[in-house]
């Protein structure tokens, strides 16, 4: 669901469908260069601003897993519970 949000937001940037899939890919993997516009000869710098922020959300996603992401904005988990003191 992540690789589909991230390559319609791509798409919706000016992004072709190539260099939009593979930039999406190639971030939430964390595996480099990506194909098209952002392939091996070029590079990340053509992007929108924007795209470079929710390329960047995505490695995150990628590296952290959906779970662990998650769970650090989940204002529970730092909320001490009162019945523990």
């Not at 960047?56 to 523990?84: H, S, V």
């Amino acid at each position: 669901m992540i690789f589909v949000v991230s390559t319609a937001s791509m798409l919706a940037m000016g992004l072709d469908m190539i260099s939009g899939a593979s930039a999406s890919a190639s971030c939430l993997g964390n595996v480099g260069p990506a194909l098209g516009v952002v392939g091996p000869n070029y590079s990340y710098a053509a992007l929108p601003a924007l795209a470079k922020v929710w390329l960047t959300l995505g490695m995150w996603l990628g590296r952290l897993e959906i779970f662990t992401a998650l769970i650090l904005f989940i204002p529970t988990t730092y909320k001490r519970d009162t019945f523990l003191e």
